[in-house]
Nanobody, 119 residues
C-alpha cells in the first residue's frame, strides 16, 4: 500500500527549475498535519542525504548545498509537501525521496523520483 506518492521529477538543464510534490493519499488530514515532512536524495554511489525538512509548525531546514536554491513547503489541506528546486546544478542529479515522520513515530518513504540536471 502506497503511503506517499511523489511526482515532478524529470530532466532539466543547469539553471533550470523543477517542483517535486509528495502526496499522502491514505492519510487523514490530522495525520498529515501532525507529521514532519522531509526530502532526501541519493545519487549513484552515494549515501542518501537529507535535503530539506519542514515541521508541523512550518519551520524549515536545508542542507548547505541547497540553501538559497530550494524551498520546502506544505499544504496540509491537500496532504501534500513540495520541494521547489531553482538554479539546478548537475550535482543535484539524484533520486529524490519523500519521507514522513508521523506524530505516532511511524515513518513512511515514497518510491522516489528521478531528477537529472545536464550541464
Amino acid at each position: 500500500q502506497v503511503q506517499l506518492q511523489e511526482s515532478g521529477g524529470g530532466s532539466v538543464q543547469a539553471g533550470g527549475s523543477l517542483r517535486l510534490s509528495c502526496v499522502a493519499p491514505r492519510n487523514i488530514l490530522s495525520t498529515f498535519s501532525g507529521s514532519d515532512m522531509e526530502w532526501y536524495r541519493q545519487a549513484p554511489g552515494k549515501e542518501r542525504e537529507l535535503v530539506a525538512s519542514i515541521t508541523t509548525n512550518g519551520d524549515t531546514n536545508y542542507a548547505d548545498s541547497v540553501k538559497g536554491r530550494f524551498i520546502i513547503s506544505r499544504y496540509n489541506a491537500k496532504k501534500t509537501a513540495y520541494l521547489q528546486m531553482n538554479n539546478l546544478k548537475p550535482e543535484d542529479t539524484a533520486v529524490y525521496y519523500c519521507h514522513q515522520r508521523r506524530w505516532d513515530s511511524v515513518e513512511n518513504w515514497g518510491q522516489g523520483t528521478q531528477v537529472t540536471v545536464s550541464s
